[in-house]
């Protein structure tokens, strides 16, 4: 499943702790299903927002570096160059008229 945003609410009617942080409620807690724990707590809108980002920035930079560092190992889906542009002028050649 990956993360899921939780709205924090009162435990058998009190506040919770994780790591030593009490958790408000009505704040808002991502649980990650990969690590099986919290991987945010307190966050308000803006927080998630830029949790998430930061996650899809090191997401993207992983791959970007894969595809920079020429030392990486090709997959047998790897296309070149060449054959991309061979690909995509085969696929819009109906594009030009």
Known sequence: MGSQIIKQTL????????DGHECAPGKYAVFSSVVDDFTCIN????????????????????MVDQVVDDSRIK?????SFEDAVAWARTVHEDDED
């Not at 308000?44 to 980002?53: A, H, S, V």
């Not at 997959?75 to 296309?79: A, E, G, L, P």
């Open 43 to 62: 966050a308000d809108r803006e927080e998630l927002i830029e949790f998430f980002m930061e996650k899809e920035r090191t997401r993207i930079e992983r």
């Open 11 to 18: 435990v058998d009617g009190k506040t919770h702790e994780i």
């Open 75 to 79: 997959t047998q889906f790897t296309k």
